[in-house]
């Protein structure tokens, strides 16, 4: 079945670019209808969608992120990524990736086990 | 955006008890509603897709139903396992967005 996992650094610092990978493994990226999304859940919180990508390369990310935010993806690798730039401490997060199926109807499923990001100096 | 808020926003039961989750929409998704459990420490699991369709192994004591601006989410009867907290989620327009979670703790 599908799995997803996120990595890359735990601790960034204020003003720093937040740079995180998720990987798919046991099906493929381009797998026609679904997105591939990024979510996160600050301490303590509810959670908030980020943004999504498409194998195609389109993206759509949330408003109040959008002039902050990259999502990219590599085929090749089954991956795709995120990007958020000049971080402040509310930044600091679980980040969470999954697979979007809502073009079917469906939910966020799988979703990778999250990864802390705290942003501090 | 579209403000999903559920409530109540904690909850104390027992087991065997019979729970409700209510979660409003600030404007009508039709049926573009799910839901997730999160344990702690966990990712989101999701139980309910539709608003009322259940995913594939998914206990058939938890069931949601609504439509338009209201929905909820039972279980029938809760069993140590379900104490978790539980998020609604709208995917009628982006950007997509959660209610702030309903914790479900032991009484």
């Known amino acids: 079945q599908v799995q997803l996992q996120e990595s890359g650094p735990g601790l960034v610092k204020p003003s720093q670019t937040l740079s995180l990978t998720c990987t798919v493994s046991?099906?493929?990226?381009?797998?026609?209808?679904?997105?591939w999304t990024w979510i996160r859940q600050r301490p303590g919180k509810g959670l908030e969608w980020i943004g999504h990508?498409?194998?195609?390369?389109?993206?759509?990310?949330k408003p109040s992120l959008k002039s902050r935010l990259s999502i990219s993806i590599d085929t090749s690798q089954n991956q795709f990524s995120l990007r958020l730039s000049s971080v402040t401490v509310a930044d600091t997060a679980v980040y969470y990736c999954?697979?979007?199926?809502?073009?079917f109807g469906d939910g966020f499923a799988p979703w990778g086990q999250g990864t802390l990001v705290t942003v501090s100096s | 955006d579209i403000q999903m808020t559920q409530s109540p926003s904690s909850l104390s039961a027992s087991v065997g008890d019979r729970v409700t989750i209510s979660c409003q929409a600030t404007?009508?998704?039709?049926?573009?509603l799910n839901w997730y459990q999160q344990k702690l420490g966990k990712a989101p699991k999701l139980l309910i897709y539709d608003a009322s369709r259940s995913e594939t192994g998914v206990p058939s004591r938890f069931s949601g139903g609504g439509s338009g601006t209201d929905f909820t989410f039972t279980i029938s009867s809760l069993q140590p396992e379900d104490f978790a907290t539980y998020h609604c989620q709208q995917y009628h327009s982006l950007p997509f967005t959660f209610g702030q979670g309903t914790k479900l703790e032991i009484k």
């Open positions: 404007q009508d998704i039709g049926t573009s």
């Open positions: 990508i498409y194998y195609s390369g389109s993206t759509y990310y």
């Open positions: 046991g099906g493929s990226i381009t797998s026609s209808g679904y997105f």
């Open positions: 999954a697979r979007d199926g809502s073009g």
